[in-house]
């Protein structure tokens, strides 16, 4: 690859700050950060794509800065294989990049690309497990992680249009079910797309091997990148996450009390992790720790109080509601009403401008619903 590839774009000359943390606290521009923004999951892939898909794009964050929502998280990498056929292009792979950040420049819109956000994608690309990626430093699918991370951050390092990196997505959710398909299965493989047969045994992983491979990836980036903040990109833990990772495969459902709940969130977040994620849906994010109430957010002050006990700050990665069933959303309603009165930064909405989403927000499609949510940005 030739040296430009790993260049960084200038640093931003509207007067932009990167993020910073204090504590608990979040600082924009010397100011709290307080904020709703999007999801729009595939914006770079649209970009990558070009033509029509990219038009659509930049219309979709055009509206969305015109409607005031103006942090915008999306999947930073290719979600197939097939997305990554011109990874080694620079003019066509980077070029699409660059212009995203330059149109998110254009329009004051702060970035959160997920690194890797199909955790398939590399051991795919490499012909190998998740194990492998996880636990083998010299494996083909923990290099081309290595890589990409290096190439993505290396580029945007200066760039406060990037408001901070995201590791992956979810990856909490998949962790200590191997006892639920001990010899296998299907998950995420369109063969076309380029993927595995099937998902095999060691493509399950344990809390215990996913701790220690995420704190040398964040380390591996703030050593390439002591600008911006690290998130996650982690869901809300299973209700019996901590039981799960202490039954070693053996399949231990039993909900975890608050202080279980906070033992699991802190030592899946380690240094030099800065932001606690969390992904909140109804129901199966909201009822434990006693609630029923399956509109309610309720839960969410059980969550800040942990993250304020571990020292970091909380944030919302997902949340939305169920627009088709529940135009007037009362869970997302009791969503942004918690996070304005436990001080939680930023709550993100899925998914912006996506037609076919279930969870799709967009003037026309849902208008009582951006209204709802500028209101909630004002306030």
């Known amino acids: 690859m030739r040296e430009g590839i790993l260049l960084c774009l200038p640093t931003s000359g509207n007067g932009k700050g990167f993020l910073q943390r204090r504590g608990t606290r979040l600082l924009l521009d010397g100011k709290p950060l307080r904020r709703v923004g999007v999801n729009k999951f595939d914006l770079f892939l649209r970009f990558l794509e070009g033509g029509e898909p990219k038009a659509q794009a930049v219309q979709a964050m055009e509206e969305g800065a015109k409607q005031g929502f103006t942090i915008v998280r999306f999947c930073g990498v290719g979600f197939y294989p097939s997305h990554m056929r011109n990874w080694s292009n620079e003019k066509v792979y980077w070029g699409a990049f660059d212009e995203l950040i330059q149109t998110a420049k254009r329009l004051d819109i702060r970035l959160i690309p997920v690194i890797h956000w199909n955790l398939y994608l590399f051991p795919d690309m490499a012909n190998e497990c998740v194990q492998d990626m996880l636990t083998n430093p010299h494996s083909r699918s923990r290099q081309y992680l290595w890589l990409y991370t290096y190439q993505l951050v290396s580029r945007y390092k200066n760039e406060p249009t990037v408001l901070f990196w995201e590791l992956t997505n979810e990856m909490n959710l998949v962790a200590d079910l191997e006892f639920m398909f001990p010899y296998g299965r299907s998950d995420l493989n369109p063969m076309h797309e380029g993927t595995a047969y099937m998902r ?97 957010a309720q839960v969410l002050a059980v969550f800040k109080r942990a993250a304020d006990r571990i020292g970091k700050p909380l944030y919302i990665g997902e949340t939305g509601d169920d627009y088709d069933q529940r135009a007037h959303a009362p869970f997302l309603r009791n969503v942004l009403e918690q996070c304005r009165r436990w001080n939680i930064p930023l709550v993100l909405i899925w998914n912006w401008m996506s037609p076919g989403d279930a969870y799709d927000v967009n003037p026309q499609r849902t208008p009582q619903i951006v209204h709802l949510l500028r209101e909630a940005n004002q306030k």
Do not use: C, V
């Not at 990109?233 to 202490?246: D, I, N, T, V």
């Not at 202080?259 to 606690?276: A, F, N, V």
């Open 200 to 296: 095999l045994r060691r493509d399950h992983f344990t809390t215990e091997q996913m701790i220690p491979f995420l704190k040398e990836w964040a380390q591996f980036i703030r050593r390439l990148d002591p600008n911006h903040l690290l998130g996650s990109g982690f869901s809300a833990p299973r209700p019996a996450a901590q039981h799960l990772r202490k039954a070693q495969g053996k399949g231990d459902w039993t909900e975890d009390s608050e202080q279980e709940m906070q033992i699991y969130l802190r030592d899946t977040h380690p240094d030099p992790i800065d932001l606690i994620s969390i992904h909140f849906y109804r129901k199966h994010d909201n009822l434990r720790f006693g609630n029923r109430d399956e509109d309610s």
